[in-house]
C-alpha cells in the first residue's frame, strides 16, 4: 500500500481504476493498493489469528483509561489509533505464541492460573465447555486450544478462542461442528500482562 498526495492531479480520489487498483482513504491518509478479490480459506493459522484479533478487539472498551493511556506513545510513534496499537502489538504477540497484555510496558508478573477442570457437553453440531478455575484462577482469560486429532500439541495455529474469565465456570459454546466427529481441547489461562498459565490434560467431545 502506498501513500499519495494529489492522486491523480485531483484533490481527491477514490475507487478502481481497470480493475487493477484501488484509491482509498486510510486514517485520513489518501493510498494506493491493489485490487485484490478477497478469500477466506480458514486456515488453522488464519483461525487462529482471527480469534486473538476478535478477543482484542472486543476487550478494548473494557479496558480502564490508564490501561488505554498506555498504548499512547506505541499508537503515536506508528501513527495510528492505541486501539490499533494495543490490538496489532497483541497480535503480534500471538504471532511468536505468546499470551496477550492490557497495558505497556509488558511486564510479565501476573498469575497465568493452574490448570483448569473443563467439562464437555455434547450437542446438535455444538460442544458446550463448561471451564471450571484451578487454584489458583488466571487473572484475565483462557486460551481454547483445538483439534481433531488426539494427543495434539498445543501452538498458535491451533487456538479457536481467547475469552475473558468470568465468575467460575466460564462457559464456552464451539459451534457450528460436524456432528460425529471428536474434537480434542486443550485450555489454559493467562494473565493481564503476557504470563500464560498450566494448561489442562485433554477433553474431548463429539457433537450429536
Do not use: C
Not at 32 to 60: C, D, E, L, T, Y
Amino acid at each position: 500500500m502506498a501513500t499519495a498526495k494529489g492522486p491523480l492531479f485531483s484533490l481527491d480520489a477514490s475507487g478502481k481504476v481497470g480493475g487493477a487498483i484501488v484509491f482509498s482513504k486510510w486514517k485520513g491518509r489518501n493510498v494506493i493498493r491493489r485490487h485484490a478479490i478477497p478469500s477466506n480459506p480458514k486456515s488453522a493459522g488464519q483461525v487462529a489469528m482471527r480469534a486473538m484479533m476478535k478477543f482484542a478487539s472486543q476487550i478494548w472498551a473494557g479496558l480502564t483509561t490508564g490501561n488505554k493511556a498506555t498504548w499512547d506513545d506505541l499508537a503515536a510513534a506508528s501513527s495510528i489509533s492505541p486501539f490499533n496499537a494495543f490490538v496489532g502489538f497483541n497480535q503480534d504477540q500471538w504471532n511468536h505464541f505468546k499470551s496477550p497484555t492490557k497495558q505497556l510496558p509488558l511486564t510479565q508478573a501476573g498469575v497465568g492460573g493452574a490448570a483448569p477442570t473443563t467439562t464437555v457437553t455434547a450437542a446438535v453440531k455444538e460442544l458446550s465447555l463448561s471451564i471450571a478455575d484451578g487454584a489458583p484462577a488466571p487473572a484475565w482469560g483462557w486460551l481454547i486450544h483445538r483439534s481433531t486429532t488426539t494427543g495434539f500439541t498445543p501452538s498458535r495455529a491451533t487456538l479457536i478462542a481467547a475469552i475473558e474469565r468470568t465468575a467460575t465456570p466460564t462457559v464456552y459454546l464451539d459451534a457450528p461442528l460436524v456432528t460425529g466427529t471428536p474434537y480434542y481441547y486443550r485450555i489454559g489461562g493467562f494473565s493481564a500482562d503476557g504470563v500464560k498459565g498450566t494448561l489442562e490434560a485433554e477433553r474431548s467431545g463429539t457433537p450429536t
